[in-house]
């Protein structure tokens, strides 16, 4: 079993940027995609961004193009979310979650979601 972690979020004013991170431990046998989602306070929870294993190819939804990227470190099993321009509308729970399923958006293709971290953009 692979336990998430994710860690990095905080409060920071519109325009501001934030690294979350998310650290993966246990059992870590086979390669696997890595997801970013958020659930902003009263919705539901949505897609952010993907990126395979070999850190070749990510995918994020439309929105957020150009703001965010997903970077990932093998080696330290941590995969990086970089987000810049932060707006209000960004305030959220972010999660990470694993897939074996390349470059997947549905939550239903993913598992071994972390806790999440609050991110809070303030205007």
């Known amino acids: 079993q692979v336990q998430l972690v994710e860690s990095g979020g905080g409060l920071v004013q519109a325009g501001g940027s934030l690294r979350l991170s998310c650290a993966a431990s246990?059992?870590?046998?086979?390669?696997?995609?890595v997801g970013w989602f958020r659930q902003p306070p009263g919705k539901e929870r949505e897609f952010v961004g993907t990126i395979n294993w070999g850190a070749r190819q990510t995918s994020f939804a439309e929105p957020l193009k150009g703001r965010f990227t997903i970077s990932r470190d093998n080696a330290k099993n941590t995969v990086y979310l970089q987000m810049n321009s932060l707006k209000p509308e960004d305030t959220a729970i972010y999660f990470c979650?694993?897939?074996?399923?390349?470059?997947?958006?549905?939550?239903?293709?993913?598992?071994?979601w972390g806790q999440g971290t609050q991110v809070t953009v303030s205007s």
């Open positions: 979650a694993t897939s074996m399923y390349w470059l997947s958006r549905s939550q239903s293709l993913y598992k071994n």
């Open positions: 246990g059992r870590i046998s086979n390669p696997y995609n």
